[in-house]
């Protein structure tokens, strides 16, 4: 269960992108739905893939952070 | 495993099939419920591997709190777009913090076991009586709303968010509680926990009227 804050950062996100306001039990449903099936199917994200996510993924030079 | 066959299913005894349900709930009923100090005395070995297990259960959690530390800073300096950001952060705190709440679960029913074994009962610390005192009290009594009979269950509008539709079933035989509609629930303890977003503690205290 996600909490309030999460859910109001959410809602201003998809606001951004789709330009369109959810309703609170929606952006509720929407988030947690999202995270479910993440977490259902992947488990915990590893350092590593949150790594490969990340904006210097393709910067060699920056990639000397030590990461498991 | 043999996958059963769309045929197979259908040719199930569906009958069968729930009374044998009831009767395994029916037995797990019927089996005896111990103290924490009932438990230390039928296994009285415990005493010494308990404060082993607190400590590696402490390493476990330094470990992970470790790595979700390493993981939040690595996405709030490298996420790549503001998305990113609260997507990564919060599948960690779904997943990672979990697994760290269930730890400190842990820790926590250890430490208890440990102070029983000791023979006190800290200030302050909930006695196992007291717990049992407030899982005894039925949830459809916490709630001002009128409820509908479903089968075994009750149903009625959920008391944790806005909604038209009762997606809030109560079950009395377990005295238990979900709703479908936002997923929460659990025993009394957790419904008085997330309806007034007291502690463990103060719920305890709440439904045995300290």
Same mark, same amino acid.
Not at chain 1, 26 to 44: D, F, H, Q, S, V
């Given at each position: 269960?996600?909490?309030?804050?999460?859910?109001?950062?959410?809602?201003?996100i !998809? =606001?951004?992108?789709f330009?369109?306001?959810?309703?609170?039990?929606?952006?509720?449903?929407?988030?947690?739905?999202l995270?479910?099936l !993440?977490?259902t199917?992947y488990g915990p994200?590893?350092?590593?893939?949150?790594?490969?996510n990340? =904006?210097y993924?393709?910067?060699k030079d920056?990639?000397?952070?030590?990461?498991? | 495993m043999?996958i059963k066959?769309l045929q197979q @299913?259908?040719?199930?005894?569906?009958?069968?099939y729930?009374y044998a349900?009831?009767?395994?709930k029916?037995w797990?009923?019927? /089996?005896?419920?111990?103290? $924490?100090?009932?438990l230390l005395e039928?296994?009285?070995?415990a005493?010494?591997?308990?404060?082993e297990k607190i400590?590696d259960? @402490?390493?476990?959690? $330094?470990?992970?709190?470790?790595?979700?530390?390493k993981?939040?800073?690595?996405?709030?300096?490298r996420?790549? $777009?503001e998305?990113?950001r609260?997507?990564w952060?919060? &599948?960690?705190?779904?997943? $990672? +913090?979990?697994?760290?709440?269930?730890?400190?679960g842990?820790?926590? #029913? /250890?430490?208890?076991?440990?102070s029983?074994?000791? +023979? #006190?009962?800290?200030?302050? #610390?909930?006695t196992?009586?007291?717990?049992?005192q407030?899982?005894?009290?039925p949830?459809?009594n916490?709630i001002?709303q009128? /409820?509908?009979k479903?089968?075994?269950?009750l149903? +009625? /509008?959920?008391?944790?968010?806005?909604?038209k539709?009762?997606s809030?079933? @109560?079950?009395?035989e377990? %005295?238990?509680? &979900?709703c479908?509609?936002?997923n929460?629930g659990? %025993?009394? @303890?957790n419904?008085? #926990?997330?309806l007034? +977003?007291?502690s463990f503690k103060?719920?305890?205290?709440?439904?045995?009227g300290?």
């Amino acid at each position: 269960m996600l909490p309030k804050e999460a859910i109001e950062e959410f809602k201003k996100i !998809y =606001k951004q992108k789709f330009k369109k306001d959810l309703s609170d039990i929606e952006a509720l449903r929407r988030a947690n739905n999202l995270l479910n099936l !993440y977490k259902t199917i992947y488990g915990p994200p590893t350092l590593g893939e949150i790594w490969r996510n990340s =904006k210097y993924q393709k910067n060699k030079d920056l990639q000397r952070i030590e990461i498991k | 495993m043999k996958i059963k066959t769309l045929q197979q @299913i259908e040719d199930l005894d569906w009958e069968f099939y729930d009374y044998a349900l009831d009767l395994e709930k029916e037995w797990q009923r019927s /089996l005896p419920r111990f103290t $924490d100090k009932e438990l230390l005395e039928i296994f009285p070995e415990a005493k010494t591997i308990i404060p082993e297990k607190i400590v590696d259960w @402490i390493e476990e959690r $330094d470990k992970i709190l470790d790595t979700i530390k390493k993981k939040l800073t690595l996405i709030k300096y490298r996420a790549s $777009d503001e998305f990113s950001r609260w997507f990564w952060r919060e &599948w960690v705190k779904v997943t $990672d +913090g979990e697994e760290l709440l269930k730890i400190d679960g842990h820790i926590v #029913r /250890l430490e208890r076991l440990q102070s029983v074994a000791k +023979g #006190r009962t800290p200030k302050g #610390r909930l006695t196992e009586e007291e717990i049992q005192q407030a899982l005894a009290v039925p949830i459809e009594n916490l709630i001002n709303q009128p /409820l509908r009979k479903s089968g075994k269950a009750l149903v +009625g /509008l959920c008391p944790f968010h806005n909604e038209k539709h009762p997606s809030f079933y @109560i079950y009395p035989e377990t %005295n238990s509680c &979900w709703c479908y509609g936002c997923n929460q629930g659990g %025993n009394v @303890i957790n419904f008085v #926990r997330l309806l007034h +977003g007291y502690s463990f503690k103060e719920a305890v205290k709440y439904l045995i009227g300290k």
